[in-house]
Nanobody, 122 residues
Framework: QVQLVESGGGLVQPGGSLRLSCAAS????????MGWYRQAPGKQRELVAG???????NYADSVKGRFTISRDNDKNTVSLQMNSLKPEDLAVYYC????????????????WGQGTQVTVSS
């Protein structure tokens, strides 16, 4: 019912920057929350950053001051600007959306993107 398309991953040197984007489409009613998660090799998936419909943000301690999340409610998009990237930021990054749909206008469900690889290496 909701499709998420991510873009912007790739290879970057330590200290470099990348910008991830995620576009949601489908029978969306309201997107309540949008966020980025990541999963490094051998580790569990973790929250990187999240943003409410009203623009309230939260970040993992490890990325505070380096990453910035933003969203466009009109376009149903969320972006993650990643600066000062470190080797430990290497992971597959996933977009997650909590949204109500035309079929489920009162109960939100979560939807995940397919993931985009971010590699930080010299």
């Amino acid at each position: 019912q909701v499709q998420l398309v991510e873009s912007g991953g790739g290879l970057v040197q330590p200290g470099g920057s990348l910008r991830l984007s995620c576009a949601a489409s489908g029978s969306i009613f309201v997107i309540q929350h949008m966020g980025w998660y990541r999963q490094a090799p051998g580790k569990q998936r973790e929250l990187v950053a999240g943003i409410t419909r009203g623009g309230v943000t939260n970040y993992a301690d490890s990325v505070k001051g380096r990453f910035t999340i933003s969203r466009d409610n009109d376009k149903n998009t969320v972006s993650l600007q990643m600066n000062s990237l470190k080797p430990e930021d290497l992971a597959v990054y996933y977009c997650r959306v909590l949204a109500t749909t035309v079929r489920s206008p009162l109960v939100p469900n979560e939807y995940w993107g397919q993931g985009t690889q971010v590699t930080v290496s010299s």
